[in-house]
């Protein structure tokens, strides 16, 4: 599996399969920024990397990582805790398809719930995971060496998803993408009085 990994994005590039990922329609996991913000540890994001490759048990995903028993089991249960992987059986999975950053702020007396549309990560089946951090800089990509695979990734994924993209770059397409699905989806879903069920 290859990888993209910068300070404002990272991009899986994997053209096969993955393991088990929720469906499209219906998992998306809303997430305060201190949560999300465990995946931009390393190690971390070497073990969502490894169970969205579907090394999804602790003897698979040691191995992967090269972990010991110790630091692995601290490093799960961080992301256990902070909403990244859920714990079915034996086996850790991905908790969602689309994760979305928010902020809950009280304004004279009502609540108001805030989505970051510059923070989140969506999971692919097929392409891989995205994860957004802020806003890419301007030829963020141009000296990339996987720049032409992102290029063909993002046309497939917009094709695949139904989306038009108009940035020029692929780091400003994965943006818009991201972006695109929340608009679309999540805020629709929201909209017309989804279910929303807050675990702790």
């Given at each position: 599996?290859?990888a993209?990994i910068k300070?404002e ?11 088990a990922v ?17 995946i ?15 090394h999804?048990t602790f003897?698979?995903i040691?191995r992967?990582?090269n ?9 799960l249960?961080?992301?256990?805790n ?7 059986g034996n086996?850790?999975?991905p908790?969602?398809?689309i ?17 970051s549309?510059s923070?989140?990560?969506?999971i692919?089946p097929?392409?891989g995971?995205?994860i957004i951090?802020?806003?890419?800089l301007?030829?963020?990509?141009s ?12 046309k ?6 139904n ?19 929340v ?6 879903r929201?909209?017309?009085g989804?279910?929303i069920?807050?675990?702790?």
């Amino acid at each position: 599996m290859n990888a993209v990994i910068k300070p404002e994005i990272v991009v899986t590039l994997n053209g096969e399969r993955l393991g088990a990922v929720p469906g499209y329609d219906n998992e998306y996991v809303l997430m305060r920024e201190r949560d999300f913000n465990v995946i931009l540890d390393g190690t971390n994001l070497e073990i969502m990397l490894a169970v969205v490759g579907g090394h999804d048990t602790f003897t698979q995903i040691m191995r992967r990582t090269n972990l010991q028993r110790g630091k692995l089991s601290r490093h799960l249960r961080r992301l256990l805790n902070s909403g990244w992987i859920i714990k079915s059986g034996n086996r850790y999975l991905p908790s969602g398809h689309i994760y979305v950053v928010y902020d809950v702020r009280d304004v004279n007396g009502e609540i108001m719930l805030s989505i970051s549309m510059s923070k989140g990560a969506f999971i692919d089946p097929f392409y891989g995971l995205v994860i957004i951090n802020g806003e890419p800089l301007s030829n963020y990509c141009s000296t990339c060496p996987l720049r032409q695979v992102c290029v063909n990734n993002i046309k497939s994924l917009a094709r695949k998803y139904n989306i038009e993209l108009r940035g020029a770059e692929p780091s400003e397409a994965y943006v818009e993408l991201f972006r695109e699905l929340v608009r679309r989806d999540l805020i629709k879903r929201f909209r017309s009085g989804w279910r929303i069920i807050v675990r702790k």
